[in-house]
């Protein structure tokens, strides 16, 4: 719910990724690519009035992960009116069912997650078909799956290369921009080179070698809340921030907005439970 003071802490939160994106960026490596990183404010389950709010204090790049509230949020008449610059990114799993819906989306600027080559020829034709009056191409990166995680969409590495090629070759309405992972959670950045990240900048330069593209023009999406400085110190150009700038996401009935019970009424819990647990004991040994 949109309160009286959010326009404050919203500007605030965002200076202050913007402040953490530019020092990370004077900690990378010379050798990099000179790229300003693009930061993608991700405002999923914020209301429309956050993205205005964020669009006031200069923020353009955002991005969503699920097509319905991306359609919504896209088409929402104060965001069209409030943002005529808006750049909208989609960063979640997409469905073949569901390409047709997102590519009818305003002001869409980039698919994130494309993640195979028959995707790929669906994004490509529908997108002939949908914007068939337009010459311009719809910049799309190819989702990684870095961690090998089965919960994890993405391609295998050992792909890459191959459906980057296909996708240059035969996807003419597709302007490939460049790879993306979501990687392992919870990595511990003091511990070292995030192994996710490592394997992206290693299948970027595989792309470059084989395809003969220069590295600046093969894009990096890479980084979220908890990692995007390490992510930008070893070549991020594109990090999605979300809850440092919009705060905690707002799930219906989720376990992180439900109180949680005071110790007094965890240890009568407890204790009930133990009640229980011996009363069948009990039972059992008759």
Partial sequence: MWKVGMSEEIGKALQSAVDRVNQAVARRSKVLPAL??????????????????????GQRNFGENYVNELVDKASNTEILESCPEIKWHFIGHLQKNNVNKLLGVPNLFMVETVDSAKLADKVNSSWQRVRAASTQSLRIMLQINTSGEQSKHGLPPEETVNTVKYIMAQCTALHFSGLMTIGRFGFDPSEGQNPDFQMLLSQRKKVCDNLNLPMEDVELSMGMSNDFEHAIEVGATNVRVGSLIFGNRDYPNSAANTPSPSPEKRSKVLSEEAAKKMERLTVSEH
């Fill in 36 to 57: 300003p990183p693009r930061l993608v404010a991700v405002s999923k389950t914020k209301p429309p009035e956050m993205v205005i709010e964020a669009y006031k204090q």
